[in-house]
Structures are given as structure tokens and as C-alpha cells.
């Protein structure tokens, strides 16, 4: 197999095994994409690790992380107004970071042209919400494609990005989690590089780029003018297809993932239904959905989320005044999660009960595989700083969460951060818990890539309005629950080392007298300024600093001559408190039917930050393991 750099850029017909992500860099460098941004967020984050495999200077685009998901959309925008075939991608809730700006693309003449990469999240696998971002599409205009496998997200995109530079427009293709991670063998077209005309053409001829007053309405109606293009374009251009199965009886309308399941759920059916397989998923296409309708007597809208092509399937049979029976959503069950194979073997059931034969199993027969808690890494700087938090607050104090690793933090023992809601959001929420309030605490926490991406206007609104609340900023030098990208404070960008942003200083910049400053694993030292910041009765910043040690620990492993580490038990000063286990919590602990406590070898990464958590020594100082225990 070739390297995922030299296969990205080979100039001949290929085939190879690749995720949905991969598949999607190899079409953006086929259809000349110039500018390509992002923020980091699950399930787009691999698009950026296939980018990053080609080397800077034989990469044919532009690529930058963006400090969130509105300026990612800026920068991407404005680059397409100069001419460029621009890109932008990022997870589900990241539209809702962008929407101030991503509502008004429909309105504009882009040049370049700009395809929108979203990354929805059926099943919450990785957000905190199920979104179903076709509801944005119908509020802002624009146009929506929607692949159902790797293979399509490399056609899809090459197609999206036609339509982008045609019509001068941004054109959003929507991914979902399985998508954008399954893996197919795909088949690429050549590719030969083409020289770039860097020249700016931006021109206010091509506007105009200011939505006001009577030059809205104008716009607007190109908008929905492109729209109906677009729908008609889709079905010339081959994004529909049908599996006919001669069945005029049974037949089913869907699209995306939901296919995938449904071909499998299917196969041992004795009477197949036809599939009518949705590429363009808004506009929906209404000649190809009518021609469907009338040919069938019982059709089955399978979409994950949100009702949305089943009111417009039932609109359009409506309107042509067809009789056929049209079956969406059951119960409220059907909104929820993924449409993996299971689930859809469920709901074509409840619809048709004889179509499909029975499963079989009886329940003891089925395997059951204990849930596993999410839970952080071995040696994190986060459970430290949380064990010597929980030290120090009364019950009755309030502990706000942010978005992060650290939101891991109100899962016992620490029971830290008891409200959860968006990037940078604690800030906010915990000002306005402070307010009539004087009997009870109020901590916040927040990320350090948080604190460049949404954290600055809530510090800024603390400090302006005087409100007394203390922050716990964890700084781990990293963006780490997406893979470890780097942000303002790291001293490097995508492409290169840059001057690192200090976190202080901005603090300082926005006029936050009481900073305090200490790394996680100083638990004392940790446990004092907390004390002194909730006594300040105004708005406090503690930064507790540790690197993050997962990313730590590759690197570490990659040096000549390392030698992995870990902590021993002295089982003769141990008096099975459990302290370690119930009150700190490290994973690398583990209790045995005995009652005795072990070290588990292939967790433990010997940072010793758990050494001053035992009550009685017992935990002894990290000793180097053998050149052996390496690859543990």
C-alpha cells in the first residue's frame, strides 16, 4: 500500500482501500480546491490527518485551523471571493458556531465558488446534541448533497464543487459519522496538477457583498433561482438512482448511510422492495420522488433525525393528489439515533411485518458486552487538578463544565461541572449563577483551545460586569479530545512554528487582575490558590497547566533510548483504603477479589501523579521497566 501522501497525489487511475475522510482530500485535490479551513471536531477530524500527510510544499491547497468554526467559514469565504474554489469542514454543532455568517453565503456571488463539508452526528457519538443540519439548508438557501459511502463522498464532493463554481455559490455536502469512517475500496481518476492564478480577482462589480435594506431581496431571489437549477441539474447529472426490484407493491425513499442498511437488511428478503436512493437531499428532487410515488403502492421514507423528506415526499404526493400510501416516522423512537442495519431491520417491521424474516436468536444466546464509561487517560493533568478541586469546595458549590476532555469531569468520583452546553458557554452560564448569589461558589472551567474559540467575549463579560466567579482554565498545550491539534497558545499552526499567544497575557490584555498560575500535578500548591481565588469577590482565573499525556507519552516513545515507567505498590504499607481507586481514580489501578490493589502494566505510564494521593506511601516512585514492556 502506498503512503497516504504519495497515494493522494498519484497522477494516474488508481484503486485503494481508504475512509470516507481520505477519499474526500483525494477529491479535493482533483477539482483544483485552492483554500481548505477547518476547526477540529469528530467526525471530520481524519480530513485534516490525510492533508497533513502531504508534505507543505508539493500540497496543491491551502490549509489552515481556524481559532473556531466562523472564522474558518470568513477565511474560506474570502478566499472564494478572490477566485479561489474554496472549502470548509467541520462537526455538526460547528454550523452553529458558523451560522452568523454561513445563513448570508446563498445571498452572494462567489466567484471561486465554496463547498461547506459538515460532519453530522446521528447517534451523538461524539456531540453533545443529535442535529440534523437540514434544517440549516432550508433557512439559508442552500443546496445540500448527501453520499452514502466513501466511494460517494470522492464523486459527491468532485460534483458539489462543479455546481459551487458554476453558480457562483456555496454548496453544502453532508456527511455523518459512518460515512465519513467506513472504509470501501475506491476507484480514482487520474490527476494532473494544473498551475494556479493566484492573481486576487475580488471586484465589487461582482457584488454587491453588502446585505442591506433593498439589496436583500434581489439576492434572495437569486438564491432560490439556483436552487431550482440545481434541483433539475441533479437529475441530469445521474445523483439519484433506483434499485429496481420489480416490486410495484413496496418501495422505499432514502439516502446516505440509511441505504447502506437498508441493502444489507434487505438481502434475504424474499420480496424486495424498490429503493428510490436520494443524492441531492435538498432541493429535494420532486420528478424523480413523483415518478416514484406513482408507480408504488406503499412507499417508506427511511431518514435518520428529523422528518424532513417525509413532509416533502408528502407534500409532493399531496399536490399531485396520488394515493399512495406513504409511511415516515412511527413514534418519537424513530428521531433517535443511527440507522445502522439493527435499526433498520426494526422500523421496515413495525411497516411491513411479513417482508422480512424473523432473527431467531433467543436472548441468553446473544453475547452481552459490559458498557465501558468513558473515562480519562492514565496520567491526565485534568483528574489530578479535579482530585484537588473536590478537596477544597463545599457540597453546595456550583461547578460549571465546558466543552473538552475535562467535561469528563462530572462523571464520579469527581462530580465536577454539573451544567454542560457549548464551547466557551461556562463563562456565561456561571456569571449568571453568581448573580443574588452569596452563600455558594461558583467555579468554571474551560479548555485552553476553548478559551481562543469561544471562551474570550464570556471572560470579557466577567470582568466587565464585575462577576464574582473563579475559573479553573486547563491548560494542556493542545486542542486533545480531537486528535491534538494545535491552537493560539501552542507555538505552532498547521504549516509552521509561529509565536505562541499566551494565555496570561491575553487575561492580562482584558483586564483580569487575579491570575493565578501552577501545573495540575502540584496538587498542594493547586489547592491553595484555589482557596485564595474564591476569596477574591471578583472574577479570578487559576490556570492549572500540565501537558497533555497522551500526546506527551507518543512523543516520548518515539525518542531514541526511551524507557517506559511505572509506579510500584508497596503491598506492605497498603492498608486497602482505595483511595486511589474510589477518591483519584486512575484506570491503571485495579482491585482484585482479594481486596488487594495492583497496577495495571499496560495502563500505567508512570507519571507519579497519583504518588501524593495515597494516605499511607504506599504508592512508590515511578521505576524504569525493562527495554521489554515498551511495546505493552
Known amino acids: 500500500m502506498k503512503t497516504m501522501g504519495r497515494m493522494l497525489l498519484t497522477k494516474e487511475p488508481f484503486s485503494e482501500i481508504v475512509m470516507g475522510n481520505t477519499a474526500l482530500v483525494r477529491a479535493m485535490i482533483e477539482s483544483g480546491t485552492r483554500v481548505v479551513t477547518s476547526y477540529p471536531g469528530s467526525p471530520t477530524p481524519e480530513i485534516a490527518t490525510a492533508i497533513q500527510s502531504i508534505p507543505g510544499e508539493k500540497r496543491p491547497f491551502y490549509f489552515e485551523f481556524s481559532t473556531n468554526e ?53 447517534g451523538a457519538n461524539s456531540s453533545q446534541n443529535e442535529q440534523d443540519n437540514r434544517h440549516f439548508a432550508y433557512m439559508s438557501y442552500t443546496p445540500v448533497i448527501e453520499p452514502s459511502s466513501p466511494a460517494e463522498v470522492y464523486t459527491f464532493y468532485k460534483e458539489a464543487a462543479r455546481l459551487a463554481q458554476e453558480k457562483k455559490m456555496p454548496v453544502i455536502l453532508r456527511l455523518t459519522t459512518h460515512v465519513c469512517h467506513a472504509k470501501e475500496k475506491v476507484a480514482f481518476s487520474g490527476w494532473e496538477p494544473s498551475p494556479f492564478d493566484n492573481t486576487p480577482m475580488f471586484d465589487v462589480k461582482n457584488g454587491p457583498y453588502i446585505s442591506l435594506t433593498s439589496e436583500v431581496f434581489p439576492k434572495k431571489r437569486r438564491a432560490l433561482k439556483n436552487l431550482q437549477i440545481i434541483e433539475e441539474d441533479s437529475i441530469r447529472c445521474g445523483l439519484h438512482r433506483t434499485e429496481d426490484h420489480k416490486n410495484r407493491k413496496m418501495g422505499i425513499i432514502t439516502m446516505g448511510l440509511p441505504f447502506q442498511s437498508v441493502m444489507d437488511v434487505i438481502e434475504k428478503a424474499a420480496d424486495k422492495p424498490d429503493i ?98 468513558a473515562q480519562m487517560c492514565p496520567g491526565c ?82 470582568v466587565f460586569n464585575k462577576h464574582n466567579i473563579t475559573m479553573v482554565l486547563m491548560e494542556n498545550g493542545t486542542t486533545a479530545m480531537t486528535g491534538h491539534q494545535d491552537h493560539a497558545a501552542s507555538g505552532k499552526n498547521f504549516n509552521e512554528p509561529v509565536e505562541a499567544i499566551p494565555i496570561r497575557g491575553v487575561l492580562e490584555g482584558l483586564g483580569v487582575n487575579k491570575i493565578y498560575e501552577t501545573d495540575t500535578y502540584n496538587q498542594k500548591k493547586l489547592k491553595e490558590l484555589l482557596v485564595q481565588a474564591l476569596g477574591d469577590e471578583e472574577f479570578s482565573v487559576v490556570i492549572a497547566k500540565h501537558p497533555c499525556m497522551l500526546k506527551f507519552t507518543r512523543e516520548q516513545q518515539r525518542q531514541p533510548g526511551y524507557i517506559r515507567k511505572r509506579v510500584d505498590i508497596d503491598q506492605n504499607k497498603c492498608k486497602r483504603i482505595s483511595e486511589c481507586i474510589q477518591t483519584f481514580a486512575c484506570p491503571t489501578f485495579t482491585r482484585l477479589e482479594d481486596g488487594s490493589i495492583r497496577i495495571n502494566p499496560d495502563l500505567c505510564i508512570g507519571d507519579g501523579s497519583c504518588i501524593q494521593t495515597c494516605p499511607t506511601s504506599a504508592v512508590t516512585s515511578p521505576g524504569a521497566k525493562g527495554q521489554e514492556d515498551n511495546n505493552g
Open 381 to 462: 493533568g485534568h483528574r489530578s487538578a479535579f482530585y484537588a478541586v473536590k478537596k477544597v469546595l463545599e457540597e453546595t458549590d456550583i461547578t460549571v463544565a465546558d466543552i473538552g476532555c475535562h467535561s469528563l469531569g462530572f462523571l464520579p468520583p469527581y462530580k465536577m461541572g454539573e451544567i454542560l452546553m457549548c464551547m466557551g458557554a461556562s463563562t456565561g452560564m456561571g456569571s449568571g449563577l453568581s448573580i443574588f448569589n452569596t452563600s455558594r461558589k461558583v467555579i468554571v472551567f474551560m479548555g485552553d483551545s476553548t478559551f481562543f474559540h469561544a471562551g474570550l467575549p464570556g471572560i470579557v463579560n466577567a
Open 70 to 122: 466562523k472564522v474558518a467559514t470568513e477565511v474560506a469565504f474570502g478566499a472564494a471571493l478572490n477566485g479561489h474554489l474554496s472549502a470548509v469542514f467541520f462537526k455538526s454543532v460547528g454550523l452553529n458556531v458558523a451560522s452568523d455568517t454561513f445563513v448570508q453565503l446563498s445571498l452572494m456571488n462567489i466567484i471561486g465558488g465554496m463547498v461547506v463539508v459538515l460532519g453530522d452526528d446521528p
Open 276 to 373: 428510490l436512493k436520494l443524492g441531492l437531499v435538498y432541493p429535494v428532487p420532486k420528478e424523480p420522488i413523483a415518478d416514484f410515488l406513482r408507480s408504488h403502492e406503499e412507499v417508506k421514507v427511511l431518514e435518520e433525525l428529523d422528518d424532513i423528506l417525509e413532509k416533502e415526499v408528502k407534500s409532493i404526493a399531496y399536490d399531485l393528489k396520488l394515493s399512495t400510501a406513504i409511511y415516515g416516522k412511527m413514534d418519537s423512537e424513530d428521531r433517535i439515533g443511527e440507522y445502522t442495519p439493527d435499526k433498520v431491520y426494526q422500523l421496515l417491521k413495525k411497516t411491513w411485518p411479513h417482508m422480512l424474516p424473523d432473527k431467531g436468536e433467543k436472548a441468553e444466546d446473544l453475547t452481552l458486552i459490559p458498557q465501558r464509561p
